[in-house]
């Protein structure tokens, strides 16, 4: 799993370090982030991580936005997970109109935000 690149686009800093720690637990040790959209979609541009965890409400732009616009310029190279920590901002139909591979709401222990990500790499 060391090979695996995964982006995390999350403005919470506290989200940040939790969701870090998790991932590598879980064994994936190439994790980079972002603190907003703009800086998370030329990251991805540029180092084509294999999987995006977009949080949908950031500073600059939704979650929803910024996988529109990862899809417009890769297609399905990336696998994409729209987090949110409000039951009600994510509908499943529109994360998936936006192209997103799958959405999981934030828990106080993010188990499903890890299982997603195995599941889906």
Do not use: W
């Not at 991805?44 to 899809?71: H, K, Q, Y």
Request: glycine content about 6%; charged content about 30%.
């Amino acid at each position: 799993m060391n090979d695996i690149q995964i982006l995390v686009i999350e403005d919470n800093p506290d989200d940040v370090l939790i969701i870090g720690r998790l991932l590598k637990k879980a064994g994936y040790s190439h994790v980079v982030f972002a603190a907003d959209g703009e800086e998370g979609i030329r990251m991805a541009e540029e180092n084509l991580p294999a999987l995006v965890i977009v949080d949908t409400l950031l500073p600059d732009m939704s979650g929803f936005e910024i996988c529109r616009r990862l899809r417009s310029f890769k297609g399905d190279h990336f696998k994409i997970i729209l987090t949110t920590g409000s039951v009600d901002a994510v509908d499943a139909a529109q994360a998936r109109d936006a192209g997103a591979d799958d959405y999981v709401v934030k828990t106080e222990d993010f188990s499903l935000l890890i299982d997603a990500a195995r599941q889906i790499l």
